[in-house]
């Protein structure tokens, strides 16, 4: 993970502000470089900050090829090439893989063959797996492509003013002239000019190639195939569909977790992994796969974090009891204590340490304008509130359960890589708004929803989650959203993910032993964490995380989530 800047200008070179400069460093802070270059009718400028989490070890950036002088400045993981596992450094291989590309092109054709150029470099891009957003200056041809994959999942804004256009992984304040846009991912960008065109860079987009390859697998066809069947089956522990999401979670998980190269000679912590826990099935599902695929002896670090809201404490009213605090009854705290209790009983073999991280109100006041000013554009409650639960948890400074009494020690994270449970909701009908489809409109309407949410995730969460967990220089991973994950989990029908419309006795067998009845939504992930053991998790009901850690309506009043921050 990086963080990624490119300017043109047709007059003197833009220069990235000291607060950018700063924020680049965040993302990357085992190294920051530049470069600069001259095309026809301006000056290019690129910078690179790296986090270096690729087993081959720090590859500087940005990358410059001596011989066509053309710049990748790379920020995310190619997880595969063509659905083959990368070896070794991928940003080498993507810039290897772009030079290639459009190796053969000549660059004096004809303006029809400039349209190769842009066809060749979407189609290799096409065949990467993984989360990235990208800078590319193919230098023979002129040309700086710039975009996101195909899902949105790391972040990359753009800034057009009279002086020029940037684009950069994270915003800046101070932008005279123009303001910060997030760059869609619905395909990548050409910015283009040479001799035979305006002093004004020309911008195009291209879209993602309509062929049998990832950006295709990624549609929700298969979701709004109906009619379904007259008697929808029984969702219940024997249906294949639900070894079938072990398999399929084991494999995303793998390539995440198992190839995270050591921490910095300088740490004297060794925890590699963490993951954002809220005590919930969607995360809990995650660690406990986690512990049956990587090694005993590694510790896991679970962030749960809990906010004092004084609309709450002033509603709830004073208590003499010295072991409540506003921290402890904290839902997702309540949650994450009862989950990471659970694991502890059924994978007793490995350090489960929970981080208590509690962000008293004095606190949040005073990071609040950096939390507003990285989630820009986004400016609404909603945004603020979710974005500032990812920002706590991410930072990872909290306390841990002392070994030696019952107090706790301070203690932060050392982990560099974070997983999260972004996008089970989307894809097994998490949401409350799932269940008022299905009741209104049965599963069309609820194939509906979730083709809208699922479409949502990259223009509404991820860029802003990856700018405010990406500057603690933490890389977040979502197993949900690998693309071989989704690929099947969208080929599913609708009643293997959900018990919307079975009849109760889908759980039957559950009931014998003497549980409640699991709830509909994520039926089928339920299903798997009960199989796993976790039985109390796989029965908790859905929190929103700005709910669960009380980071929403911080003060009195009918302040709604969609309101614009002021």
């Known amino acids: 993970m990086c963080g990624i800047f490119f300017t043109y200008s047709s007059g003197s070179e833009l220069v990235p502000s000291t607060e950018l400069l700063d924020r680049l460093k965040g993302r990357g802070p085992d190294h920051i470089g530049k470069t600069s270059s001259k095309c026809p009718n301006g000056s290019l400028s690129f910078i690179s900050s790296v986090l270096a989490l690729r087993s081959e070890g720090l590859v500087r950036q940005p990358l410059n090829d001596s011989h066509t002088g053309s710049v990748l400045c790379w920020s995310g993981e190619a997880w595969f090439l063509d659905d083959k596992v990368i070896i070794g450094n991928d940003t080498k291989v993507v810039f290897g893989l772009l030079l290639q590309a459009t190796a053969s092109i000549d660059p004096l054709s004809c303006p029809g063959q400039k349209d190769q150029v842009d066809e060749a470099v979407v189609n290799a891009l096409s065949r990467i797996s993984g989360p990235y957003a990208f800078i590319y200056y193919d230098a023979r041809h002129c040309k700086v492509f710039h975009g996101r994959d195909p899902l949105g999942r ?23 002239g123009g303001n ?29 190639p309509e062929v049998d390859n990832q950006s295709a697998a990624l549609r929700l066809s298969k979701n709004t195939i109906f009619p379904g ?31 995270i190269p050591p921490l910095p000679s300088n740490s004297k912590a060794s925890t590699k992994l963490a993951v954002l826990f809220s005590g919930g099935l969607d995360c809990t599902l995650i660690a406990r796969i986690v512990h049956d695929i990587l090694p005993e002896d590694q510790d896991v670090d679970l962030l749960n974090v809990a906010f004092e809201n004084p609309r709450v404490l ?18 997702d705290r309540v949650t994450g204590l009862k989950s990471y209790a659970e694991l502890q009983r059924v994978c007793p073999g490995r350090q489960w340490r929970f981080v208590s991280i509690d962000v008293a109100y004095s606190e949040f006041t005073s990071h609040r304008p950096q939390i507003i000013s990285l989630i820009y554009p986004h400016r609404t409650e909603m945004d603020l509130s979710i974005a500032s639960a990812l920002y706590f948890a991410a930072r990872g400074s909290g306390s841990v359960s002392s070994s030696t009494s019952a107090d706790h020690v301070p203690y932060t994270t050392a982990a560099r890589v974070l997983l999260s449970g972004l996008g089970a909701d989307e894809l097994f009908a998490g949401y409350t708004r799932h269940a008022t489809a299905f009741a209104r409109q049965g599963h069309a309407g609820l194939a509906y929803e979730l083709k809208l949410d699922y479409q949502r995730l990259g223009k509404r969460n991820l860029g802003r989650d990856d700018r405010v967990i990406s500057h603690w220089a933490r890389e977040v991973r979502y197993p949900y959203l690998d693309e071989n994950f989704l690929r099947w989990a969208l080929s599913l029908p609708i009643w293997e993910k959900c018990g919307f419309g079975q009849s109760e006795t889908s759980t039957e067998s559950l009931n014998r032993e003497g549980h409640s009845v699991l709830e509909p939504s994520k039926k089928l992930l339920r299903l798997l964490l009960w199989k796993l053991g976790m039985k109390s998790a796989a029965a908790e009901k859905k929190r929103a995380i700005q709910f669960g850690a009380r980071s929403a309506k911080m003060e009195a009043g009918r302040t709604k989530g969609t309101q614009t921050l002021s």
Request: hydrophobic letters at 40%; proline letters at 7%; a negative charge.
């Open 314 to 331: 002033n509603a709830a009213g004073a208590t003499s009891n010295p072991t409540i605090t506003a921290f402890s009854q904290c839902p």
């Open 229 to 259: 069947p007259i008697q929808v089956p029984i969702l219940g522990l024997d249906v294949q569909a639900v070894e079938a999401l072990l398999n399929n979670l084991r494999h995303s998980l793998a390539v995440r977790i198992l190839a």
């Open 154 to 176: 790391r972040s990359l804004l753009s800034c057009k003013s009279r002086d020029g256009i940037m684009v950069s992984s994270v915003p800046c304040t101070a932008s005279p």
């Open 180 to 208: 910060w846009t997030e760059v869609e991912a619905n395909g990548i960008y050409a910015i283009s000019s040479d001799s035979t065109e305006s002093l004004r860079p020309l911008e195009s987009h291209i879209a993602w």
